[in-house]
Every structure is written in C-alpha cells, then in structure tokens.
C-alpha cells in the first residue's frame, strides 16, 4: 500500500507569494493533519481534517488554510509568504477509530524555501 | 498548555554503546506517548507507544516505558548501530472525553543521535 504522498517535495518562491501543497492520505485514513518544522526544531501543529470539516487549529495567523476533498486528500495553502514560513511542511493521515485516532502516518513533506 | 521536554543534544555514541535520551512532559490528564524517528532529507517514522502508565513499548531494539508518577517517557536500547543515526522526538497527543482524539501531537524539540563506528 503506498504511504502519505505529498507534492511538490521541494519549492523555492519568494516573499510576498502563495503556495499550494498537497497531501494524499493511505487509502481508508480519513483524517489529515499538518504540521510545520523548522530546521532545528520539532513540528509544529497547523491543522486537523477529518471527514472534509476542521477539527483543529494550531497557532497560526490566517496567511495560512486548508481544505480537504471529498476523496481525504488534502491541500495546505500559505498566502503573503514571509521568510519565517520557509520550512520543511509535513502532512500526517491517521485512522480515526471510537479510541481515538491517535497513531498518525507522516509523508516525507514538501520543504518550502522562501527568498 | 501541554509541552514535551527532551534531553538537549546532541548525543554522539560509539557503536553498540547504552543509548538513553530523557524524556518529559507536562499535561492536563493522561495522553498517548510516543516517540518518532526522522532520518536525514526523510519525514517521520513512528518508532514506538504506549498508550496508559507502565505501558512498554519497543521496536527494533528500542524501549521507552510510560511512568506516570515522573511524567516521563524515556528511550533506550542497548547496543547502537551506525544506521541508528537520527533525529529522535518524543510526543504526545489526547483523546477528549469522547474517545476520539484530532490528531494532534504535541512534539519535543528533537535530538540529534550521532553514532560512529
């Protein structure tokens, strides 16, 4: 079975721009979060999906949204780029279950580079 | 708010040396703990859980038990390899009173683990 796929893996764009990532859950995972990492330190929490409806928000400000599809996947879009966003952004699809869905499957995320 | 301490880094071991990176948290109830392993240009990998106190868990080697009374979550393993070479985070996440958790995780800041031949 293929894992969590993101796209692009590596893109380069400038302050002031938006950019568009994208996260493809495993097959029957209905739940996405992402997250974002910067170099140095742990990720940090953005957003939850489940079922097309949000379920949670990080600290973020509001350059920064998501939506998911009716199929699960999911995109992250980031709008009025700063140099602050560059980072490695990881997307994570989990199965929710009655116990909760408390066992998330990482892509190997999309590293963003701001100039 | 909930936060997840480790050990500050790095660690840089010798080949089949005792591996230990400390791991504490701070939280309003009983979360799930785990710890993640991310190696170079890759994303993260779950390495192990535990999901109630006294909880073990393992893989590969490595073992991290769930203490309650010390809010911890240790890793360890015994004999290190070249290949062990990473960054460790620990993590933890809750389940509301529903059982139903959002995926969620709250992550330490990581530690890099060198280990040379």
């Known amino acids: 079975d293929a894992g969590v796929t993101q796209s692009p893996t590596h893109l380069i764009k400038t302050r002031g721009q938006q950019v568009t990532l994208r996260c493809s859950p495993i097959?029957?995972?209905?739940?996405v979060s992402w997250y974002q990492q910067v170099l140095g330190q742990g990720p940090q929490f953005i957003f939850q999906?489940?079922?097309?409806?949000?379920?949670g928000r990080g600290n973020f400000p509001d350059r920064f949204s998501a939506r998911q599809f009716p199929n699960y996947s999911s995109e992250l879009n980031v709008n009025a780029l700063l140099l602050g966003d560059s980072a490695l952004y990881l997307c994570?699809?989990?199965?929710?279950?009655?116990?909760?869905?408390?066992?998330?499957?990482f892509g190997a995320g999309s590293r963003l580079t701001v100039l | 708010g909930d936060s997840v301490t480790q050990m500050e880094g790095p660690v840089t071991l010798s080949e089949e040396a005792f591996l230990t990176i400390n791991c504490t948290y701070t939280?309003?109830?009983?979360?799930?703990l785990f710890w993640y392993v991310q190696y170079p240009g890759e994303g993260l990998q779950l390495l192990l859980k535990?999901?109630?106190?006294?909880d073990k868990g393992s893989n590969k080697g490595f073992e991290a038990t769930y203490r309650k009374e010390t809010t911890s979550f240790h890793l360890e393993k015994g004999s290190v390899q070249v290949s062990d070479s990473a960054v460790y985070f620990c993590?933890?996440?809750?389940?509301?009173?529903?059982?139903?958790?959002?995926?969620?995780?709250?992550f330490g800041q990581g530690t890099i683990l060198t280990v040379h031949p």
């Open positions: 939280a309003t109830g009983y979360p799930s």
């Open positions: 994570a699809s989990s199965r929710q279950t009655p116990r909760g869905a408390n066992v998330l499957t």
């Open positions: 535990a999901t109630k106190a006294d």
């Open positions: 993590a933890l996440i809750f389940t509301n009173a529903g059982g139903t958790s959002y995926g969620k995780l709250t």
């Open positions: 999906y489940y079922e097309k409806e949000e379920r």
């Open positions: 097959s029957g995972h209905k739940s």
